[in-house]
């Protein structure tokens, strides 16, 4: 678990995965989360695929307290899921995380 650690924050790090965001293949909120997103001019969003990748359910469990998708992240600060970022959005915040 620490090498994928290093590897979050590290991707983290690179502005081409600014946005990261734990999902599923068929989940109808992550992709409206994915839509909402590149509304606001966002090209990347580095997916850690929870159904192909049991594992990583669990760490984002452990990170995040939460058992749904999305959960997402914006330049290493947690936003929550779908709700949480359309709420972002709806206060005027969500351009200026993601201008940061």
Same mark, same amino acid.
């Given at each position: 678990?620490?090498? =994928?650690?290093?590897?979050?924050?590290?991707?983290?790090?690179?502005? !081409?995965? #600014?946005?990261?965001?734990? *999902?599923?293949?068929?989940?109808?909120?992550?992709?409206?989360?994915?839509?909402?997103?590149?509304?606001?001019?966002?090209?990347?969003?580095?997916?850690? =695929?929870?159904?192909?990748?049991?594992?990583?359910?669990?760490?984002? !469990?452990? #990170?995040?307290?939460?058992? *749904?998708?999305?959960?997402?992240?914006?330049?290493?600060?947690?936003?929550?899921?779908?709700?949480?970022?359309?709420?972002?959005?709806?206060?005027?915040?969500?351009?200026?995380?993601?201008?940061?």
């Amino acid at each position: 678990m620490e090498a =994928r650690w290093i590897a979050y924050c590290q991707a983290l790090k690179n502005p !081409m995965s #600014k946005v990261i965001m734990y *999902t599923t293949g068929f989940c109808p909120y992550c992709k409206m989360a994915e839509s909402l997103l590149r509304s606001k001019g966002v090209e990347v969003i580095k997916k850690i =695929r929870i159904d192909l990748e049991p594992d990583q359910r669990v760490e984002m !469990m452990d #990170k995040t307290g939460r058992r *749904t998708v999305p959960q997402i992240y914006i330049g290493g600060h947690y936003v929550g899921g779908y709700d949480d970022l359309t709420q972002l959005d709806r206060k005027g915040e969500l351009v200026a995380l993601l201008a940061m």
